[in-house]
């Protein structure tokens, strides 16, 4: 949801609130770019031809005074191919 927020404020912010439109939206989250908004050290990314978002992960465990720590190195995500990031890969039966 953070990031579908930070989408929506950098469309507004463009195109200011009355001329929202969907291309705007579209637009503006395809220009996010590392944006970790849980500074948990890797941020979500898209473009025109990637929308994965997360490009990795990494474990954690919380601590009973409520700090965690990381309990795994990074694990980076491959991107999906070309040919399956269209919306017919996705919407097929």
């Known amino acids: 949801m953070m ?3 930070k989408g929506l404020q950098i469309a507004v912010d ?4 009355e001329k929202l439109h969907r291309e705007a ?3 503006a989250l395809e220009s996010i770019k ?3 908004p849980l500074e948990m050290g890797m ?3 898209y473009s025109a031809t990637d929308r994965c978002g997360l490009n990795g992960c990494r474990f954690y465990e919380w601590n009973k005074d ?3 720590k990381p309990i795994s190195d990074w694990y980076k995500f491959k991107s999906l191919p070309p040919e399956h990031r269209t919306n017919k890969y996705w919407l097929a039966d």
């Open 66 to 68: 409520g700090t965690q």
């Open 25 to 27: 939206v579209k637009t």
């Open 34 to 36: 590392d944006y970790d």
């Open 14 to 17: 463009t195109v200011g609130y």
């Open 3 to 5: 990031v579908v927020a």
């Open 43 to 45: 941020g979500y990314s």
